[in-house]
Every structure is written in structure tokens, then in C-alpha cells.
């Protein structure tokens, strides 16, 4: 079956500017992950998402960060006034659900972010 | 707090050579351990966990992971490499069934014909 998908899978942008990420989970997965991974860096936690709220955004980094997901299925990463920190590969993951027993978060291949 | 540190960022081993990337960790309580690789345009994918019990886990490709409490590792190996697997390998540890990833900074494998 179809996995994670990420669109687009390369963006260039200008300081300044925004953004918009999205990401397609696995159909039927209640959480969704999103990563960003810096180079030479391992992927570093950003969000979570249970169905539709937010369950924990301790990982964004600013409050130019923002997701959403609307109708609990596909997630939007919103990026404001770019900065060329902001420069990375942003992984999207979903897994069937979170509880207290192991779900498989599964990946999708990222959107690689250039701020100039 | 959670960290990981992958001693290692390149390797380079020939084809049919065996392979030992190193993990090491930092946790309170009992870890979730985990391998991930990553392929140019691809997903991370799983390779294996360990949550308990037997301290030697299988995972897919032929990769082998052994968990050592005494020194805080988690070594992924391989008996004889494959081109194939030049990649991008990951550890991790988490808690709650390793649902909040702490991801170590990766090791670059290339592998020689």
C-alpha cells in the first residue's frame, strides 16, 4: 500500500518568506510526526499529532512554526518569515496510533527546505 | 534528558566485509532502542528495536543489534556487507515504546566494490 508522502519534495525560498510543508500519512493512522533534520544531525522532534489537535508541540522551534491538521488526516507544516537556519529536511512519520504499547512510526522520504 | 552519540559519522568497508556501527546512549530508565536507515530519497526505515528480554535482536537485511546495560551500547552488525547497504544509519532511544524519538547524529556507511 502507499506509504508516507511528502510534497514538495524540494523547495527554494527567499528569506522572508513563507512557507507551506505538507504531508500524506499512511491512510487510517490517528498520529502524525513531524522531524527536521539539520545536516550532519540525526532527526529532531517537532510535533505530534492525535487525530486532529496538536497533542504535543514542544519541539517547535519558534512561533514562526505552526501545523495543522484539519480534518485529521493530512498535515500542513507553515513556516513563517524564513530564516536561512530554517534550512533542513523536514520527515513526516504516521503510525497507527499512540497509547502506551509500540506503533511503528513510518516515514516519508522529506521535503528538503533551501532558504537563500 | 535522552542523548545518543554515534562515535563514527563515515565508514567505509568493502563488499563481503563485516560491519560494527557503534551506539551509544544516555537514559534514566530501562531505554527503547532502535536502528533506522536512511537511502538517498527515501524514508528512514526501521532495521530493529529493543524494548527487553533477550539482549541480541534480529532485524531485517541480515542486521543484528546487541544491547549492553554495562555500557550503555546498543552495536548494530553485520557478518558481510552488500553493496546495497550504503547508507545513512541512525540510532535511537526513546521512551513510551519509543514513541518520543532522541535520534543520535547518524553514520555514514560507504561500501567499496
Known sequence: ?116 | AQSVTQPDIHITVSEGASLELRCNYSYGATPYLFWYVQSPGQGLQLLLKYFSGDTLVQGIKGFEAEFKRSQSSFNLRKPSVHWSDAAEYFCAVGDNYGQNFVFGPGTRLSVLP
Open chain 1, 1 to 116: 500500500g502507499a506509504g508516507v508522502s511528502q510534497t514538495p519534495s524540494n523547495k527554494v525560498t527567499e528569506k522572508g518568506k513563507y512557507v507551506e510543508l505538507r504531508c500524506d500519512p499512511i491512510s487510517g493512522h490517528t498520529a502524525l510526526y513531524w522531524y527536521r533534520q539539520s545536516l550532519g544531525q540525526g532527526p529532531e522532534f517537532l510535533i505530534y499529532f492525535q487525530g486532529t489537535g496538536a497533542a504535543d508541540d514542544s519541539g517547535l522551534p519558534n512561533d514562526r512554526f505552526f501545523a495543522v491538521r484539519p480534518e485529521g488526516s493530512v498535515s500542513t507544516l507553515k513556516i513563517q518569515r524564513t530564516e536561512r537556519g530554517d534550512s533542513a529536511v523536514y520527515l513526516c512519520a504516521s503510525s497507527l496510533r499512540r497509547d502506551n504499547s509500540y506503533n511503528e512510526q513510518f516515514f516519508g522520504p522529506g521535503t528538503r527546505l533551501t532558504v537563500l
